[in-house]
């Protein structure tokens, strides 16, 4: 069984569409993050759920809205698409919000918007 | 702000050993390392509490120095599976928000 499981895994759109990836998590964690990888391989975080509560909202366009109809799910729709949207799109999850506690990653979302 | 890591790129012979070094500007809690292989997700390797404690794994190590800000990542006698992009991710407080290093690609060839 996977952990932290995200769909699609692929994503090719068109400028202007709207699309979602959504993510479930079945090892009973109550935090749930999402994080973009763009092509220099950076990891920046986007969003941090706990318990179905948004916590930390990066500095990220309005056409992101993330929503958590459960602790176990975290889904992303992004409105109007643009070619810079283009990225992985990590989920995660983690026990907790304390410092010591391990994130698990989904396997990604790669996202080309053309 | 995201913290430091260097170097940016290594390129080891199986048997070499290696430090990757990762540096914040902020007062940290605990630093989390990961491994990230090509097209894969991140894999946890381990997390380092305030306390200079120094943790290891197989022949993976971590030190944590909270004064400096720093925290080092030895690998020795590196196996071709070490092969990825180690990213640190730096605690700073407040809620749950690891932050992660700029990274560092490491290749292992025979």
């Known amino acids: 069984d996977t952990a932290v499981s995200q769909t699609p895994k692929y994503l090719v759109t068109q400028m202007g569409n709207d699309k979602s990836i959504k993510c479930e998590q079945n090892l009973g964690h109550d935090t749930m993050y999402w994080y973009k990888q763009d092509s220099k391989k950076f990891l920046k975080i986007m969003f941090s759920y706990n318990n179905k509560e948004l916590i930390i909202n990066e500095t990220v366009p309005n056409r992101f809205s993330p929503k958590s109809p459960d602790k176990a799910h975290l889904n992303l729709h992004i409105n109007s698409l643009e070619l810079g949207d283009s990225a992985v799109y990590f989920c995660?999850?983690?026990?907790?919000?304390?410092?010591?506690?391990?994130?698990?990653f989904g396997e990604g979302s790669w996202l080309t918007v053309v | 702000q995201q913290p430091v890591q260097s170097p940016q790129a290594v390129i080891l012979r199986e048997g070499e050993d290696a430090v990757i070094n990762c540096s914040s500007s902020k007062a940290l809690y605990s630093v989390h390392w990961y491994r990230q292989k090509h097209g894969e997700a991140p894999i946890f390797l381990m997390i380092?509490?305030?306390?200079?404690e120094q943790k290891g794994h197989d022949k993976i190590s971590a030190s944590f120095n909270e004064k400096k800000q720093q925290s080092s990542l030895y690998l020795t006698a590196s196996q071709l599976s070490y092969s990825g992009t180690y990213f640190c991710g730096a605690f700073s407080g407040g809620y749950q928000k690891v932050t992660f290093g700029t990274g560092t690609k490491l290749q292992v060839i025979p």
């Open positions: 380092l509490l305030k306390g200079g």
């Open positions: 995660a999850s983690s026990q907790g919000t304390l410092s010591g506690n391990t994130i698990y």
